[in-house]
């Protein structure tokens, strides 16, 4: 019985990630941003700061599901040029609803 309770919790607290994972898939998001990027690694033009380097940057911090979120729905200037080493620009993505953006910022804080 135990071992059952374990397997549905498990199943429950991973259902979100997986769904945020997806909503990212569903509105475009990995067309710019990767899971991950290895040091060093070139980046394509249009690329920017991988899921993991956002959560590294933003764990934590005070507001930051808002400012995130904010950055989703309006879109942002140069904030990761400095780390990146290049200017970088996402566009306002005013279309995906503020429940997803929500959802897609909770499970990149998560990572």
Known sequence: MRYVMILALAGF??????????????????DCHKMDVKPG??????EGPSYKEIAHEYKGKKGADK?????????????????????????????????DAEAIVKWILSL
Not at 13 to 30: G, R, T
Not at 41 to 46: F, G
Request: net charge positive; proline share 4%.
């Open 13 to 30: 607290i991973s259902v979100p990630a997986v769904a945020s994972m997806e909503l990212s898939d569903k509105y475009e998001c990995s």
């Open 41 to 46: 690694a070139t980046r394509k033009k249009k």
């Open 67 to 99: 400012q995130l979120v904010e950055s989703i729905k309006k879109g942002s200037k140069d904030t990761w040029a400095k780390k990146l080493g290049k200017k970088t620009e996402m566009d306002a993505e005013d279309t995906i609803p503020v429940k």
